[in-house]
């Protein structure tokens, strides 16, 4: 499975986007999905992650209520609805395949998780 990232842009404070990734191949709809990001010189971290079946989700506490993470497995798409955005939320958005098949809980770290996007840049102005 290969996963492109978009979606990203330059927003003020307040405003919305939404990232989508789609992924190449057959098996998407038998993992669980994650939502990352970066900001410049910090760690990458946890934002949101999805089950495979979409019945699950869980959230850092940062985006909780802010933050939609949805997924289409016939479209083998995963997504990111950011809303009421802050600076603070500037950052790198990767989204990533989960290693583990049917998985069982939503995992928030990112070495649970196998392949990797190529990054979409959200930039929140003041």
């Known amino acids: 499975v290969q996963l492109q990232a978009s979606g990203g842009g330059l927003v003020q404070a307040g405003g919305s986007l939404r990232v989508s990734c789609a992924a190449s191949?057959?098996?998407?709809?038998?993992?669980?999905m994650g939502w990352f990001r970066q900001a410049p010189g910090k760690e990458r971290e946890f934002v949101a992650a999805?089950?495979?079946?979409?019945?699950?989700?869980g959230y850092a506490d940062s985006v909780k209520g802010r933050f939609t993470i949805s997924r289409d497995n016939a479209k083998n798409t995963v997504y990111l609805q950011m809303d009421s955005l802050k600076p603070e939320d500037t950052a790198v958005y990767y989204c990533?395949?989960?290693?583990?098949?049917?998985?069982?809980?939503?995992?928030?770290?990112?070495?649970?998780?196998?392949?990797w996007g190529q990054g979409a840049q959200v930039t929140v102005s003041s």
């Open positions: 191949g057959r098996t998407f709809s038998l993992y669980n």
């Open positions: 990533a395949l989960d290693r583990d098949r049917h998985g069982r809980v939503v995992r928030t770290i990112p070495s649970t998780y196998a392949q």
């Open positions: 999805i089950s495979w079946s979409g019945g699950n989700t």
